[in-house]
């Protein structure tokens, strides 16, 4: 029985211990320590009473301020803005070394942050200097924003339009070559087309160059025609009648003898001859005549043909030549928004070349007077710590 009792006890025990244990562990969590990333203002005048803003990160409630050197500095409240944020309210008393001071944000947990030299104490009697060096460092942080903002911007537009008018000079450049190609077969053709048309022109150059011979020859196989026509007719009828004449006597008895009969015969026989030899030239002339003829007849046919088709092949070289016209403003459109561009482009330039520019010298006018300003500031301050 009490051996039962006490191993139920030690169970119990056993059992409640780790729970114990692990409860105590998690009781005290482990944080990360403290960061400081900046302190608003950094420095302050003595005699000053004023709020540091101390933004960083893992403060923890109950964190604590404290400065170093702290001679001088009273910390009068601690306000918690948030887990990355502290508000402090200090006075600094007019005699305060005029140094800078290590601050250090110390948490519950014992960790702790230090910026060194994160606050410095002023010397007394330099606020209006210092403020105007302030207001001068903040004119000159505008200004210089101001001229590195629009320079950007700047380079962007001129990048932008760059861009444009380089996509316009490859848009032109195609719609050159194309037309290019275009002109240099039409040329092809136009250079075909004018050999054709001065072939042709020498051939009925040549052709009309016969017409004269040819018209000449045909009048004179036709006069002969006409001449020996009226002599064919005249002999023959002259032949046939006195050849009928002439046989009448002998049949009469009127031309007696074997001569006379002769005579008679041989004598309408020439006649006879003569007429039919005089129609043969007739014919012959005829045939002469009727081939010239047909010769200046295919000679102006030739001529007609030629000239028709002279007349077509000028049709299309002017058709070709209007072509080549037309494709030699084919691109005047590309061409007259490449200008445009460029000449927009110059003037965008131009502009925004004259903003950056004064944007500059502001920038290096405000950057100088913070100079100065800080200049008088910091000599103020060395005559103080002289004194």
Request: glycine letters at 6%.
């Given at each position: 029985m009490n051996r039962k009792i006490l191993l139920l006890g030690l169970s119990i025990i056993l059992l409640i211990l780790p729970i114990s244990t692990s409860t105590s562990v998690w009781a005290q969590p482990?944080?990360?320590?403290?960061?400081?990333?900046?302190?608003?203002?950094?420095?302050?005048?003595?005699?000053?009473?004023?709020?540091?803003?101390?933004?960083?990160?893992?403060?923890?409630?109950?964190?604590?301020?404290?400065?170093?050197?702290?001679?001088?500095?009273?910390?009068?409240?601690?306000?918690?803005?948030?887990?990355?944020?502290?508000?402090?309210?200090?006075?600094?008393?007019?005699?305060?070394?005029?140094?800078?001071?290590?601050?250090?944000?110390t948490n519950p947990d014992a960790q702790y942050a230090t910026l060194e030299g994160g606050f410095t104490v002023k010397a007394k009697g330099c606020t209006d200097l210092y403020l105007a060096y302030v207001k001068a460092q903040q004119a000159a942080d505008e200004a210089c924003l101001t001229y590195e903002t629009l320079k950007s911007d700047a380079e962007k537009q001129i990048n932008e339009a760059q861009k444009a008018i380089d996509s316009k000079e490859n848009t032109l450049q195609d719609c050159l070559d194309n037309a290019n190609k275009e002109l240099e077969e039409l040329a092809k053709e136009k250079d075909k087309l004018e050999k054709g048309i001065d072939q042709l022109k020498k051939q009925i150059e040549g052709i009309k160059g016969k017409i004269p011979g040819l018209e000449r020859e045909?009048?004179?196989?036709?006069?002969?025609?006409?001449?020996?026509?009226?002599?064919?007719?005249?002999?023959?009828?002259?032949?046939?009648?006195?050849?009928?004449?002439?046989?009448?006597?002998?049949?009469?008895?009127?031309?007696?003898?074997?001569?006379?009969?002769?005579?008679?015969?041989?004598?309408?026989?020439?006649?006879?001859?003569?007429?039919?030899h005089t129609r043969s030239n007739l014919n012959y002339y005829?045939?002469?005549?009727?081939?010239?003829?047909?010769?200046?007849?295919?000679?102006?046919t030739q001529i007609l043909q030629l000239d028709k088709q002279l007349t077509n092949k000028q049709a299309e070289l002017a058709s070709l030549s209007e072509k080549i016209t037309e494709l030699e403003k084919a691109c005047e459109t590309e061409?007259?928004?490449?200008?445009?561009?460029?000449?927009?482009?110059?003037?965008?330039?131009?502009?925004?070349?004259?903003?950056?520019?004064?944007?500059?010298?502001?920038?290096?006018?405000?950057?100088?007077?913070?100079?100065?300003?800080?200049?008088?500031?910091?000599?103020?301050?060395?005559?103080?710590?002289?004194?």
């Amino acid at each position: 029985m009490n051996r039962k009792i006490l191993l139920l006890g030690l169970s119990i025990i056993l059992l409640i211990l780790p729970i114990s244990t692990s409860t105590s562990v998690w009781a005290q969590p482990m944080y990360p320590p403290p960061m400081i990333a900046d302190i608003t203002p950094s420095s302050g005048e003595q005699g000053q009473t004023l709020d540091l803003i101390i933004s960083g990160h893992y403060f923890q409630d109950g964190a604590s301020v404290s400065f170093s050197p702290p001679t001088g500095i009273t910390i009068n409240s601690l306000t918690i803005i948030s887990a990355m944020g502290r508000r402090v309210n200090i006075t600094i008393d007019p005699n305060a070394p005029a140094v800078p001071r290590d601050v250090t944000v110390t948490n519950p947990d014992a960790q702790y942050a230090t910026l060194e030299g994160g606050f410095t104490v002023k010397a007394k009697g330099c606020t209006d200097l210092y403020l105007a060096y302030v207001k001068a460092q903040q004119a000159a942080d505008e200004a210089c924003l101001t001229y590195e903002t629009l320079k950007s911007d700047a380079e962007k537009q001129i990048n932008e339009a760059q861009k444009a008018i380089d996509s316009k000079e490859n848009t032109l450049q195609d719609c050159l070559d194309n037309a290019n190609k275009e002109l240099e077969e039409l040329a092809k053709e136009k250079d075909k087309l004018e050999k054709g048309i001065d072939q042709l022109k020498k051939q009925i150059e040549g052709i009309k160059g016969k017409i004269p011979g040819l018209e000449r020859e045909e009048k004179l196989w036709y006069d002969l025609m006409q001449e020996t026509a009226f002599e064919a007719g005249t002999e023959l009828t002259v032949g046939v009648g006195t050849g009928v004449a002439k046989g009448i006597l002998v049949v009469a008895g009127i031309a007696t003898g074997p001569i006379g009969w002769i005579g008679l015969i041989i004598g309408g026989g020439l006649e006879i001859w003569s007429a039919a030899h005089t129609r043969s030239n007739l014919n012959y002339y005829t045939e002469q005549y009727d081939n010239a003829f047909r010769a200046l007849n295919e000679a102006n046919t030739q001529i007609l043909q030629l000239d028709k088709q002279l007349t077509n092949k000028q049709a299309e070289l002017a058709s070709l030549s209007e072509k080549i016209t037309e494709l030699e403003k084919a691109c005047e459109t590309e061409k007259g928004e490449l200008d445009k561009a460029n000449a927009d482009f110059e003037v965008l330039n131009a502009n925004l070349k004259a903003a950056v520019e004064k944007a500059k010298k502001e920038c290096n006018e405000a950057t100088e007077k913070k100079r100065e300003a800080e200049a008088k500031y910091e000599e103020c301050l060395k005559a103080l710590t002289a004194e």
